[in-house]
């Protein structure tokens, strides 16, 4: 373990700032106590670093180790290399989600440990969501458990008064708590999953901004592009890609659809998922069987020859013939192999269909959420 002063240090892992006043040190060391508990501090490497926004401590994976357990920054085989059962044994769902961050290609910034632990659970809320998360696959009708929401015409589904918001967003997203399938779209899915994994953990470290989400979506729900703008930070860029196969428990995930024709089937721009860890993403419509990073190309790839007209003269896919022609290449390794070969590339900007393929550049993640730190600011209703 390296834990010397001020150096330039890698370029990437956790950020703590100098919170308060704590020292510089004090703040490693309590960071590494933390990482101890995880059996993780002596592969851990900090440092101490000034600037014009102040000190602050990195902590990074050695580049040897790092580049061992996730060559390239891919950490999707990471659980499997060091045998974590991240869904039988929370605290391996909690060691992959702090090591992936620890292996950040660029940093992952805290205002302190807060909210580094904060964000820590919140993705594992995110990720045991995800899990349970199903929905009736339907590309146009969107409905909600009555007990608990109803719809206004001028912004869509909002809770009842004195409903619970994150007993309405378990009932609309996982049948073992509903009893029923609903229906809408992955994208929405997605929001009410963070949603949830972020309010959890409101409830235990800022019980006044969770009174105001609550009360907020009594009036109008957050949705779409200002969901992001609210919820979300972002990383990566079209400039400065992530590693593809990087990726972090509980990130919101966009894979893009590369063929236009098929693209314009309602529902089949892309597909919004969650990564869930140990290799695996997750299937809205069949929750006990996630895909993995292979399954997620081939399906992608399949739609454009699965597309029809149908007789209102609407592009669509055959989700069967979907399925029949995957399977078809699951048994051909040649073909998967060529398929991969042009799906695994990064996705081209958007409105551009050339030679890109379905990868994004960026994942996106949940921001601070601790009082006198949070900057996730809720709009007026």
Partial sequence: MNTSGTTAGPAGGILLRQAGARSLAQTRQDMLTRLGALDLAHCVQASEETGAAGGCVRFSIAEEQ??????GGDTLSLARRLQLDTEQRPADLTREIVLTLLMAPVPVEFP???ELVSAVAIRSNIVRAARK??????????????????????????????VCLATALAKATQPDVSGTLYSFSCYRATEYVILLGIAEELVHCHPHLLQQLQALWTERPIMSGEF???????????DAPLPPRYFVPGDRVWFRNPHEPSSEASGYEGSWVI?????????????????TLTDKCLEIFHWRNALYIDAQGHERIDEDRVEALVAASRLDAAETERILELMQRYRDPRGVYQHGGCLDTTREFARWVHPGSTDLVLPQS
């Fill in 66 to 71: 790092a580049s061992a357990w996730a060559p």
């Fill in 112 to 114: 302190d440990l807060d």
């Fill in 133 to 162: 998360t199903t929905l009736s696959f339907h590309t146009s009708q969107a409905e909600r458990p009555e007990d608990c929401w109803t719809y206004k015409e001028d912004c869509g589904f909002v809770i009842l008064p004195g």
């Fill in 228 to 238: 992001h703008e609210v919820f979300l930070r972002e990383q990566g860029s079209m």
């Fill in 275 to 291: 990564y869930l860890g140990a290799g695996l993403f997750t299937n809205f419509w069949k929750y006990h069987q996630p895909y």
